[in-house]
């Protein structure tokens, strides 16, 4: 969408669009957000931040992401390691792995080296591809403390 930013593991990228959607629309953050939740069992994101909530209305994903980690930690699990991939067919994110990958350690709190985000385009392929829409992926491990 032109002249939204594109928020990305909630780092700011430099584009001519960024992507619709009820909140800052940090797809990478909220896939992250839902993995975490996933890997406990506790529910996805729409089920703990429902925009109907005055809690969660024009929150920052960050707050999405530290909400789900703590919820984690809650019941007693310690985050491993997070992994993601961002499905997008351009700008290139490349420069900007370590800047997410750091942002996305601070609000997780733990180390950058326990954070992966991944890049690749839809090779030109479907509504991805023709630069409609992006996805993002990720699979979280945790272990009961
Ligand atoms: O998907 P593709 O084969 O085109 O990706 C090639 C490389 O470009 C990958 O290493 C990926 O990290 C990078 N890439 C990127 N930004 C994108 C898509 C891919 O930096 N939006
Ligand atoms: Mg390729």
Redesign the pocket.
């Known amino acids: 969408m032109l002249g939204r930013p594109l928020i990305l593991g909630g780092v700011i990228i430099p584009s001519e669009f960024g992507l619709a959607g009820h909140s800052d629309a940090d797809i990478l953050s909220h896939a992250i957000t839902d993995a975490l939740l996933g890997a406990a069992a506790l529910g996805d994101i729409g089920m703990h931040f429902p925009d109907t909530d005055p809690r969660w209305k024009g929150a920052s994903s960050d707050r999405f992401l530290a909400h789900a980690a703590a919820l984690v930690r809650e019941h007693g699990f310690t985050i491993v390691n997070v992994d993601s991939t961002?499905i997008?067919?351009?700008?290139?994110?490349?420069?900007y792995r370590q800047a997410m990958r750091e942002a996305l350690a601070r609000v997780l709190a733990i180390d950058m080296e326990r954070v992966s985000v991944?890049?690749?385009?839809a090779?030109g392929v479907g509504p991805v591809g023709e630069g409609k829409s992006a996805e993002a992926q990720a699979v979280a491990a945790i272990v009961r403390a």
């Open positions: 961002v997008l067919e351009r700008p290139k994110l490349k420069d991944k890049f690749k385009t090779e």
